[in-house]
Structures are given as C-alpha cells and as structure tokens.
C-alpha cells in the first residue's frame, strides 16, 4: 500500500490550501485517517483525524480552521486548511489504517501506513 499526499505550497498568512492524501495497492478496508505534521526541531503531532464512521477530532490549535474528510471510493483524505497562520509551517503526513489482502486471498490484520509528506510554509 503507497500514500501519496499532494497540495502543499508557499501561502501567505490568512490564506487557505488543501491537502491530498490517496491510497493505492492491494487494500481491502480503511478504517481511520488522518494528518500529521512536523515542524523543524519538533515532535510530529497530530492535526486531525477521521474514522470510517466519519467522526473526527482535532488538534485545539487547528479546531476551527481546518476540516478533514474522505472519499472512501477514492481511498482519499483531505485536509482543508483555512486562515493559516505561520506557526502552521510543517511538513504534513497523511496517515491510514489498512487491512490488506494478499495474493493468496487472505486478509492482513491492521497496519498503519504513511505517506511521504507535503510541505506547507505559511509566510509573507
């Protein structure tokens, strides 16, 4: 299974991206979804989440500005990301748990998987 996350980029503070993250291999369920970030010299923490059942959580820095969803046809996560601020400046990692189905039809046990990460500077 790969994650690819795309739509990061330079914004000016106050402007909005929206991030991309969609799976793609031998995927036989995805239960939750989510979006990490790192800033340098930071730990990797969370920004939001969402389950199959589309419940979501966020992080209290980011409640009120950014919005996740899914595409459960596409394998897809967004993260829409509005009235950025500098301290959002991170590289952001989608993240997904996966069960998979391998080729002699058996059903792997969950597993975590992440994608390569996407840039989002926020500057003037």
């Known amino acids: 299974v790969q994650l690819q996350a795309s739509g990061g980029g330079l914004v000016q503070p106050g402007g909005s991206l929206r991030l991309s993250c969609a799976a793609s291999?031998?995927?036989?369920?995805?239960?939750?979804m989510g979006w990490y970030r790192q800033a340098p010299g930071k730990q990797r923490q969370l920004v939001a989440t969402?389950?199959?059942?589309?419940?979501?959580t966020y992080s209290d820095s980011v409640k009120g500005r950014f919005t996740i969803s899914r595409d459960n046809a596409k394998n897809t996560v967004y993260l829409q990301m509005t009235s950025l601020k500098v301290e959002d400046t991170a590289v952001y990692y989608c993240?997904?748990?996966?069960?998979?189905?391998?080729?002699?039809?058996?059903?792997?046990?969950?597993?975590?998987?992440w994608g390569q990460g996407t840039q989002v500077t926020v500057s003037s």
């Open positions: 291999g031998s995927i036989f369920e995805i239960d939750a």
């Open positions: 993240s997904m748990d996966v069960r998979m189905i391998v080729d002699n039809g058996e059903i792997t046990s969950w597993r975590k998987f």
């Open positions: 969402i389950t199959s059942g589309r419940i979501t």
